[in-house]
């Protein structure tokens, strides 16, 4: 809200992959996103996750942090559950 209201946002659409191939598990991380203040998914597809982030324009001039503002860790873990044999 602060940066809304006192900031410079900028709505960008962000793109990543995961190596995730349990499809319960990229759904949760997926859905994951939307828990996210600003951010809302946009497609999942079998190994891209596709969201529109709301933030700051500074942040925003730095697109390489992306699969970071995504996936944080998150994925690791899900990862360890697939390796586990969650189903």
Request: no cysteine; aromatic share 2%.
């Amino acid at each position: 809200m602060k940066m809304i209201l006192f900031g410079k946002p900028r709505a960008d659409i962000l793109e990543t992959h995961t190596t995730i191939t349990n499809r319960a598990l990229r759904v949760i991380l997926a859905d994951s996103v939307t828990l996210t203040p600003g951010s809302v998914l946009l497609d999942l597809s079998e190994d891209k996750i596709t969201v529109v982030m709301l933030r700051d324009k500074r942040d925003a001039e730095n697109p390489e942090n992306a699969d970071e503002l995504i996936k944080g860790g998150l994925e690791k873990k899900l990862l360890k559950a697939q390796k586990a044999g969650v189903s």
